[in-house]
């Protein structure tokens, strides 16, 4: 039977855009790109062409992202009765998260506020509604993790070499076979000990033929643990926004077309939500384009946006 994520069962009125506004994703999306970088110049993923950091991260994660590592965070992390580990605001965690830089990314070296707020101003920029701007900004912050995180569990952000496979990085479904013809470095794929347990290691795995979408675990890591979050804080930001916080790093899901046979038909136009997002979290990654001058007159826009969609004051991470 397929599992059941009681974070969403459980979760408070959501809002969901009709389908009569389901937005077209262009191919063309030269308008959004701050640089002159060619398409097949993004997500370069191979073991020679990498950087070892990143080889070595995606190669961690397929070894330790496995079923019960993924309960045993979900267990960490819990927000149910109330738990939580700190109550901060949003800038607050800004300020946590000021020197943290994406180990599993070969496209950024800029620490991850500027490259929320480059995706942020990408989106609003194009004259996407605010909550999808405000999605953006907010999109990566399950990095937060990092402050209660260890090494070993692959959470550790403050050593410049840290291990973070459980913070960032492409996900996929634990839980059954992993695909190998649409995730980076299908060569690491028999490095987990879920691929060679007769429970996880099929084609459907733990999983009902199409349970849908909400029903899938993926690995752990700041995408599932923000959406969490703010659930728990009771945001009005709507389902699609959500959804592209949960599932953006799931490349092989949205970009590759993998676990078809997973889904439900309508988990198709939610998708399309999260592949819009990702043209702007991609092709907004520059260097070049630092916003560090610009903070200061862009945070009251921003805060606005926060206080609309119920994530003003002390939130629980």
């Known amino acids: 039977m397929a599992p059941v994520n009681e974070d969403t069962a459980a979760a408070p009125c959501i809002t969901i855009i009709p389908q009569n506004n389901l937005p077209t994703v262009p191919g063309n999306y030269n308008d959004i790109k701050t640089n002159d970088k060619a398409d097949e110049d993004f997500r370069i993923y191979s073991v020679t062409d990498s950087p070892k950091r990143v080889v070595e991260h ?48 070969p496209d950024l070296e800029l620490p991850n506020l500027l490259h929320l707020l480059q995706t942020a101003e990408g989106i609003r920029r194009a004259g996407h509604p605010d909550w999808l701007q405000l999605t953006g900004l907010l999109h990566d912050m399950g990095k937060i993790m ?25 996900t996929f479904v634990v839980g059954c076979q992993i695909p190998t013809d649409s995730i980076i470095f299908p060569e690491f794929n028999l490095l987990n000990p879920d691929m060679h347990n007769e429970k996880y290691n099929t084609l459907y795995g733990m999983y009902e033929p199409n349970c849908g979408l909400d029903n899938l675990c993926f690995a752990w890591g700041h995408d599932e643990y923000m959406y969490r979050m703010l659930v728990a804080n009771d945001t009005t930001i709507p389902r699609a926004g959500l959804d592209m916080i949960r599932y953006h790093s799931a490349y092989c899901l949205h970009d590759k077309g993998a676990y078809k046979h997973l889904l439900k038909p309508e988990d198709e136009e939610r998708l399309e939500w999260v592949r819009l997002f ?3 979290d991609l092709y907004t990654k520059d260097g070049s384009n630092d916003l560090r001058t610009s903070i200061d007159e862009l945070l009251p826009y921003y805060r606005g946006l926060l206080e609309k969609y119920n994530l003003g004051g002390k939130l629980k991470w």
């Open 58 to 105: 995606y190669r961690d994660m397929r070894l330790f992202q496995t079923v019960d590592f993924y309960r045993k965070m979900e267990q960490k992390y819990d927000f149910s009765n109330g738990n939580y580990r700190r109550l901060m605001t949003i800038e607050e965690a800004f300020a946590e998260l000021e020197n943290y830089v994406d180990s599993s990314d």
């Open 146 to 170: 990092f402050l209660w995180g260890t090494g070993e569990d692959g959470q550790d952000g403050y050593s410049p070499d840290g291990k973070q496979w459980a913070l960032g990085g492409d």
């Open 278 to 280: 990702n043209k702007f």
